[in-house]
C-alpha cells in the first residue's frame, strides 16, 4: 500500500497568512507544508500538499489518489458547505480520510455549521488553527497502519 499523504486545500487557502489572520492566524500554506513534512518522514509517510480555487481540480485531485495515496486530509475551504461533487469524488476513494478546518467553523456563520465533505470524513477536526492538518496527518497514518493490519 502507498505511504502517500494527499493534502488537498480548497478556495482561498493560497492566502494564509494574509487573509483575515485574526481568524486563520500569520501561518502560510508554505509553513503547513514544511510542518508537515517534518511530520510524515517521523510517521514514514510522504506528502503531497496542493491547493486549488477550482472544483474541478480538486475533484482530479481526489482521483488521482485513489491509485496513489492512502489517506486524505482535506480542507475543502467554501466548498466544504456547497460541494456535493467533491463528497462524491471522497466517496470514490477507498483510504481514510481527515477533514480539516484552521477555524472552529460551528463557532462562525451559521452556513458554515453543514459540511458535505463530514458525510464521508472518518474524521473532523476544527478550531486548532493550522495544527489541525498535523493531527489530521496522525490521525491518517494510524488509520493507515491499521487498514494494513
Ligand atoms: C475553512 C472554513 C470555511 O468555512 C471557509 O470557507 C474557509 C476556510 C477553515 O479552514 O476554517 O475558506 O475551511
Known amino acids: 500500500m502507498s505511504n502517500l499523504v494527499y493534502i488537498l486545500n480548497g478556495p482561498n487557502l493560497n492566502l494564509l497568512g494574509k487573509r483575515q489572520p485574526h481568524i486563520y492566524g500569520h501561518e502560510t500554506l508554505a509553513d503547513i507544508e514544511a510542518d508537515c513534512a517534518r511530520l510524515a518522514a517521523e510517521l514514514g509517510l510522504e506528502i503531497r500538499l496542493l491547493q486549488s480555487n477550482h472544483e474541478g481540480q480538486i475533484i482530479d485531485w481526489i482521483h488521482e489518489a485513489r491509485t496513489d495515496a492512502c489517506g486524505i486530509v482535506i480542507n475543502p475551504g467554501a466548498f466544504t458547505h456547497t460541494s456535493v461533487a467533491i463528497l462524491d469524488a471522497l466517496n470514490a476513494f477507498e483510504g481514510a480520510v481527515i477533514e480539516v478546518h484552521i477555524s472552529n467553523v460551528h463557532k462562525r456563520e451559521s452556513f458554515r455549521h453543514h459540511s458535505y465533505v463530514s458525510l464521508r470524513a472518518d474524521g473532523v477536526i ?17 488509520l493507515a497502519a ?3 493490519a
Open 126 to 142: 476544527a478550531g486548532c488553527g493550522t495544527q489541525g492538518y498535523q493531527f489530521g496527518l496522525r490521525r491518517v497514518a494510524m
Open 146 to 148: 491499521t487498514a494494513k
